[in-house]
């Protein structure tokens, strides 16, 4: 006998049914595939790590080249004067009743010429080789006598021979 709602009028309830089927095949495949999916999603991350280093080398690159570029055009050096231009601009004289006014431009080329402190920075130039000897030892001596060691009294293994 089927069963029925308590009023009677409803239909008979029915309880659905879940079939197992078992495929060992399924099984395997299911039990296998952690490994495989695994290695899967790690294949795929490689491939997005890769492709967002060539992008970000792309865009260091593309700021790198940008800052050179600006870098460039800032420190571009101003074109000389011809030199009608410069004798021109260089000197101007007024004339008043009891004053002479003389106005002269000045460019640091000049002042370093003069004055020999204003210009383009050179490196020295060192003698020779030798003189760089000379100072080497002299700085390992001073660095043995700063920290106290004394001579012939260094800390150091001696070959047996």
């Known amino acids: 006998?089927?069963?029925?709602?308590?009023?009677?009028?409803?239909?008979?309830?029915?309880?659905?049914?879940?079939?197992?089927?078992?495929?060992?095949?399924k099984r395997i495949e299911f039990l296998t595939g952690f490994h495989k999916r695994?290695?899967?999603?790690?294949k795929v991350a490689q491939g997005e790590m890769q492709r967002?280093?060539?992008?970000?080398?792309?865009?260091?690159?593309?700021?790198?080249?940008?800052k050179m570029r600006n870098l460039y055009h800032s420190y571009k050096p101003i074109p000389e004067l011809t030199e009608e231009d410069k004798a021109d601009h260089q000197e101007d004289e007024y004339d008043?009743?009891?004053?002479?006014?003389?106005?002269?431009?000045?460019?640091?080329?000049?002042?370093a010429k003069k004055n020999n402190w204003i210009g383009e920075n050179h490196g020295a130039v060192?003698?020779?080789?030798?003189?760089?000897?000379d100072e080497a030892t002299d700085d390992d001596e001073m660095e043995e006598q700063e920290l106290g060691v004394i001579p012939g009294m260094e800390a150091g293994r001696r070959e047996k021979g």
């Open 52 to 66: 967002k280093v060539k992008e970000e080398t792309k865009r260091i690159r593309a700021e790198a080249k940008d």
């Open 1 to 25: 006998m089927k069963r029925k709602s308590d009023s009677g009028n409803k239909k008979p309830f029915q309880r659905k049914t879940t079939e197992l089927v078992f495929d060992p095949q």
């Open 96 to 111: 008043t009743e009891n004053v002479t006014v003389k106005v002269v431009e000045l460019s640091t080329r000049d002042l």
């Open 126 to 133: 060192k003698e020779d080789e030798e003189s760089e000897l």
């Open 38 to 42: 695994k290695q899967h999603r790690r």
